[in-house]
């Protein structure tokens, strides 16, 4: 079992930046593919993007792209999102998941482990 814990999600201004993180719970981590997915209220989880088990292939759904950026250290057990530029319209639950695999997905039906969600809110 791999446990996921997000963190570093809160309140911040439009234009602001954030950066979050998920610690992995098990040496396992190494061996997955990771990605981001965000909830808004009354909304569906969308993806966000994702990042290969090497770290070196990512992917992010198009409207992010050059705002947000997914990088990982397998040393920590730990995968960050940084957030730029943040805007009202990015504030949602933000959840971490972890795939057995080494090639990343968007589906959300293909990640076997999720963590708890952090909270971010961006004000105007």
Excluded: H
Excluded at 27 to 41: D, E, K, T
Excluded at 83 to 101: F, G, H, I, Q
């Amino acid at each position: 079992q791999v446990k996921l814990v997000e963190s570093g999600g809160g309140l911040v201004q439009a234009g602001a930046s954030l950066r979050l993180s998920c610690e992995a719970s098990q040496v396992i981590f190494s061996a997955c593919s990771m990605a981001w997915f965000r909830q808004a209220p009354g909304k569906e989880r969308e993806y966000v993007g994702a990042i290969s088990q090497s770290g070196t292939r990512t992917d992010y759904v198009d409207s992010l792209k050059g705002r947000f950026t997914i990088s990982r250290d397998n040393a920590k057990n730990t995968v960050y999102l940084q957030m730029n530029s943040l805007k009202p319209e990015d504030t949602a639950v933000y959840y971490c998941a972890a795939r057995l695999n080494i090639y990343t997905s968007r589906r959300t039906g293909d990640y076997n482990y999720w963590g708890q969600g952090t909270q971010v809110t961006v004000s105007s």
